[in-house]
C-alpha cells in the first residue's frame, strides 16, 4: 500500500517569513496529492491540491510543487500570517476512483507574530 | 462545494453504553463514505469505508463488531461505537469523495468522550 512521509512535524516561523512542508510517498500508481488544513478540534479542510500531470500550483499565497521521478512534493506558503497556524497534513491517493488517501503524520506550523 | 454534515460534534458517554455518529452528505449524494480516528496530535487512520448498500471495508486490526457502520442511504452514512470504553476516546472524522471533483470533503469531527 501506499506509505507517505511528512516533514518537518513542528515549524515555527516568523510572521512574514515562508513556510515549507515536504512529503514523500512510495506508490507510483498515486496521482492525486491533496493538502489539508487542521485547526484544533475541526475536521481538515481542503487548501490545495496537484494532480500528476501538473508539476506546480498556485492559489494566493499557497503554492505546492510535485516531482513525480522521485515521489515527492511540497507545500509552500508565503508571507504567512498568524492565522495559518494550524496543522497541516499532505496525502496521496487515486483520483476519480472512490479510493482511499493515504495521510502524513502532520505537520504543526506556528506563525509568531 | 460538496459539505458533509458530521454530528454530535461532541460527546461523552458512560463505559458500556454505545454512540451513534452520523455524516450527512448535504447537496450531494455520496456513495462512499471514509470514516478515520485521529488520538491527539496525530494523523488521520482509516478505520473503515462505508457504501451505500453494501458491507463496509474494515482495515487490519478495526474490530467490525465494535464499530458499527451502516450506510443505508445515498446522503447518510453512521458509525455505532458499541460497548464504548475509555481506549475508544478520540476524535472520529467522516469524509466523501466529492463528485466530479476528484477531491475530498471532511465532515467536522466528532471529539468522544468515555468516561
Known amino acids: 500500500g501506499e506509505n507517505v512521509e511528512q516533514h518537518p512535524s513542528t515549524l515555527s516561523v516568523q510572521e512574514g517569513d515562508s513556510a515549507v512542508i515536504k512529503c514523500t510517498y512510495s506508490?507510483?500508481?498515486?496521482?492525486?496529492f491533496p493538502w489539508y488544513k487542521q485547526e484544533l478540534g475541526k475536521g481538515p479542510q481542503l487548501i490545495i491540491d496537484?494532480?500528476?500531470?501538473?508539476g506546480e500550483k498556485k492559489d494566493q499565497r499557497i503554492a505546492v510543487t510535485l516531482n513525480k521521478t522521485a515521489k515527492h512534493f511540497s507545500l509552500h506558503i508565503t508571507e504567512t500570517q498568524p492565522e495559518d497556524s494550524a496543522v497541516y497534513f499532505c496525502?496521496?491517493?487515486?483520483?476519480?476512483?472512490?479510493?482511499?488517501?493515504?495521510f502524513g503524520i502532520g505537520t504543526k506550523l506556528q506563525v509568531i507574530p | 462545494g460538496a459539505v458533509v454534515s458530521q454530528h454530535p460534534s461532541w460527546v461523552i458517554c458512560k463505559s458500556g453504553t454505545s454512540v451513534k455518529i452520523e455524516c450527512r452528505s448535504l447537496?450531494?449524494?455520496?456513495?462512499?463514505m471514509f470514516w478515520y480516528r485521529q488520538f491527539p496530535k496525530q494523523s488521520l487512520m482509516l478505520m473503515a469505508t462505508?457504501?451505500?448498500?453494501?458491507?463496509?471495508?474494515?482495515e487490519q486490526g478495526v474490530e467490525k463488531d465494535k464499530f458499527l457502520i451502516n450506510h443505508a442511504s445515498l446522503t447518510l452514512s453512521t458509525l455505532t461505537v458499541t460497548s464504548a470504553h475509555p481506549e475508544d476516546s478520540s476524535f472520529y472524522i467522516c469524509?466523501?469523495?466529492?463528485?466530479?471533483?476528484?477531491?475530498?470533503?471532511f465532515g467536522s469531527g466528532t471529539r468522544l468522550t468515555v468516561v
Open positions: 469524509s466523501a469523495p466529492e463528485p466530479g471533483r476528484g477531491g475530498y470533503t
Open positions: 506508490d507510483s500508481a498515486s496521482n492525486y
Open positions: 496537484i494532480r500528476s500531470n501538473v
Open positions: 496525502a496521496a491517493g487515486v483520483s476519480g476512483g472512490y479510493q482511499k488517501v493515504t
Open positions: 447537496d450531494f449524494q455520496a456513495t462512499t
Open positions: 462505508s457504501n451505500e448498500g453494501s458491507k463496509a471495508t474494515y
